[in-house]
């Protein structure tokens, strides 16, 4: 939902701005296709990095649990007994738990109940960026195929409206995905949404009659 709330947000405030410049409608797709591969490709860059910084701290906290288990696996055991202990475990059923699960695996016990690390949790860089350039990309789109549809005088409406109303059903979505009021979430999506088009609208303007 985030991704696609950006590429809105960034496509239409883009269309809308060079829309305001006077520019023609030729000259409005090819900045708002600009602006859609520039911040997929943005996207996409920035969440593999930090998804694969993640991943690397992950492979180093591994590493190191792995050397503590072969050094000193008696601090191990007790160090996985106290965790499901904290958990509700009486001390006897904790203690038996963490030799069953250390003698079956113990480094993913560890990873998985010391470390936060499983299989599914896991960092995978190459996924998370092709996730969040594709649902960008997806947002982006919808300005765009508006600004497409509808004749130059009309654009600059029709890409807003049509743009806040997107945010807005996007906003109520992903609050009820999450469980939150979807009145205040449509709202506050939809009021940002609509001040960075309006900066922008108004940026474009100004640059539009300077020129």
């Known amino acids: 939902m985030l991704g ?9 405030s883009l269309v809308l701005g060079v829309a305001a410049s006077g520019v023609g409608s030729q000259g409005v797709l090819i900045a708002g296709v600009a602006g859609l591969v520039a911040g997929a490709m ?17 492979l180093a906290d591994l590493a190191r649990e ?45 990873a998985r109940d010391e470390l ?10 190459v996924q998370a960026a092709f996730a969040s350039a594709g649902t960008f990309s997806a947002g982006a789109a919808l300005p765009l195929l508006v600004a497409v549809l509808f004749p130059a005088g009309a654009l ?14 996007l906003g109520s979505l992903s609050a009820r995905a999450g469980g939150a009021p979807l009145g205040a979430a449509a709202a506050r999506v939809t009021f940002w949404g609509a001040l960075a088009m309006a900066i922008t609208f108004a940026v474009g303007a100004l640059f539009g009659v300077a020129a």
């Open 4 to 12: 696609a709330n950006d590429g809105i947000v960034s496509t239409s």
């Open 42 to 58: 943005s996207m996409a860059a920035g969440e593999y990095v930090s998804v694969s910084s993640q991943a690397d701290t992950e």
């Open 66 to 110: 792995r050397e503590e288990l072969t050094t000193d696996p008696e601090h191990e055991f007790a160090e996985l007994t106290e965790i499901y202990v904290k958990r509700g475990l009486d001390p006897k059923l904790a203690a038996e738990v963490a030799e069953q699960l250390m003698a079956h695996d113990a480094l993913g016990a560890h």
């Open 116 to 125: 936060g690390i499983s299989e599914s949790l896991a960092a995978r860089p």
């Open 156 to 169: 600059v409406w029709a890409v807003a409206s049509s743009s806040l109303l997107f945010l807005a059903l």
